[in-house]
């Protein structure tokens, strides 16, 4: 509501070209604010703001306007301008927003940017996607294993404005191998020893991060240590940057969100919601929906072939719809659950015999359970009990069929090298939709036959 109230005072501040109130405002407040302040403003109004700020403060309010208004900017304003503004930003967040706008502007833009953020930009953005190297920023505090505190003072006061934290710093040897690390706590406290060397400061029993390594990894170690930083090395333990806790927060949103869309049977987009054009959204929809209707179709010809048996016990197909969402309502349970600990490093393929014993427990007394309650409402409806007998016999064996699939089918994506959300709920329960119907008919054909 603020900044709608704002947005006159700031549009009479550009229409009287007022430098010294547009400088004010940029410098005043917090980033943050001062980019809630420009929402109503057009991109090309929002640079026209930003233009008074100096240049160090210009990509902080950047970082935090929205991403439609970044990519209007970048595609819209002189691009000597916008080169030196991209120069200022993140190197990781530099890599991630010129990987969104078109690829002929991004050649204008590399000429013009200078030429250390133009070849670690390219480095970046090198490394495949979804690794710890493409996630990474170089802006590392890094000190010499040498220095003494006193000189790693001076040195840390030279770099602190170019760099994104510096909770820890990082003490490397000179061919840039990482040997330890000392916090900005243990070197301040050790101001009271100015002689004393950093190698006899630092921890050396440090939590890495390949360069290479899945992202989603790196977030469990950050997670499972609390750290606010974990350090990227390459194989020959050369430290090439850091991975913060900001971006740890990035890389599990992403992948929640995409788990999320796969658990539904949904393939992830890029886009939010309300910005994915609506043909794509169709499109990503479509893929699996097709898959689950192929599906379907199983289904229906599977009761196409037990056409006969289910003519000759009508009163079978009563409960057909409880046999099926049974089956299909434990498998998707089961799934998403297995699924869910294996994202959060709980579960792993090698816990395969554990899981599939708890899962058959679990399904045994579920299973149970249910078959109880189907045989008290069969009992009354079927013309014995013996043909009664026919739905808690199949429910036991549905759920834990459920239970098995829904357990198994994720670990088995898993050790394959896949995304185990591959295997969504709706996918096992269209798996067990086909053998529900197979064991309930033949479960039928051994209980009512009269031979």
């Given at each position: 509501m603020i900044n709608t109230l704002y947005l006159p005072e700031l549009r009479e501040m550009l229409n009287e070209n007022?430098?010294?109130?547009?400088?004010?405002?940029?410098?005043?407040?917090?980033?943050?604010?001062?980019?809630?302040?420009?929402?109503?403003?057009?991109?090309?109004e929002s640079w026209q703001v930003m233009r008074h700020a100096p240049p160090w403060l210009r990509g902080q309010i950047f970082a935090f306007l929205d991403e439609e208004k970044q990519l209007e900017i970048l595609e819209s304003q002189d691009r000597s301008e916008i080169a030196d503004l991209v120069g200022d930003?993140?190197?990781?967040?530099?890599?991630?927003?010129?990987?969104?706008?078109?690829?002929?502007?991004?050649?204008e833009l590399l000429p013009l940017m200078p030429t250390e953020e133009r070849r670690e930009f390219l480095r970046l953005r090198s490394y495949?996607?979804?690794?710890?190297?493409?996630?990474?920023?170089?802006?590392?505090?890094?000190?010499?294993?040498?220095?003494t505190v006193e000189a790693a003072l001076q040195e840390l006061s030279r770099?602190?404005?170019?760099l994104e934290t510096i909770y820890y710093l990082f003490i490397v040897d000179d061919t840039d191998h990482l040997r330890g690390l000392v916090s900005a706590r243990?070197?301040?406290?050790?101001?009271?020893?100015?002689?004393v060397k950093l190698s006899d400061l630092m921890e050396t029993d440090l939590v890495t991060a390949d360069v290479m390594e899945d992202q989603e990894d790196v977030a469990r170690k950050v997670a499972k240590y609390d750290l606010l930083a974990i350090p990227v090395v390459d194989h020959e333990h050369r430290m090439l940057g850091i991975i913060t806790h900001d971006d740890v927060i990035d890389v599990m949103r992403e992948e929640a969100r995409e788990d999320a869309h796969r658990i539904a049977a949904v393939e992830p987009f890029e886009a939010s919601?309300?910005?994915?054009?609506?043909?794509?959204?169709?499109?990503?929809?479509?893929?699996?929906?097709t898959v689950l209707f192929?599906?379907?179709?199983l289904t229906a010809a599977a009761l196409r072939h037990y056409d006969e048996q289910l003519a000759r016990w009508g009163w079978l197909a009563w409960f057909l719809p409880l046999v099926i969402s049974s089956g299909g309502n434990t498998g998707s349970q089961t799934a998403t659950l297995i699924i869910t600990a294996m994202a959060l490093g709980d579960v792993k393929p090698s816990d395969w015999l554990r899981v599939v014993f708890k899962e058959l427990g679990t399904g045994l007394v579920l299973g149970g359970f249910l078959a109880t309650i189907g045989f008290a409402a069969a009992a009354m409806m079927a013309t014995?009990?013996?043909?009664?007998?026919?739905?808690?016999?199949?429910?036991?064996?549905?759920?834990?069929?459920g239970t098995f699939s829904g357990a198994v089918l994720p670990l088995v994506f898993r050790r394959l090298g896949l995304d185990p959300a591959l295997m969504s709920s709706p996918f096992v329960a269209g798996i067990i939709d086909i053998v529900g119907i197979v064991i309930y008919i033949n479960v039928a054909m051994v209980v009512l036959s009269r031979v």
């Open positions: 007022d430098g010294a109130e547009l400088r004010e405002f940029c410098t005043a407040i917090h980033p943050a604010r001062t980019a809630e302040f420009m929402e109503g403003l057009t991109a090309g930003l993140a190197a990781d967040d530099r890599v991630d927003l010129l990987d969104d706008i078109d690829e002929e502007i991004v050649e495949p996607e979804g690794s710890a190297g493409a996630v990474m920023t170089t802006e590392a505090a890094k000190l010499d294993e040498n220095l770099q602190a404005m170019e243990q070197l301040v406290s050790a101001i009271a020893k100015p002689d919601y309300s910005k994915t054009p609506l043909l794509l959204l169709s499109w990503k929809r479509g893929i699996w929906l192929l599906f379907a179709l014995s009990v013996r043909d009664a007998m026919v739905i808690p016999f199949t429910l036991l064996l549905v759920v834990l069929c």
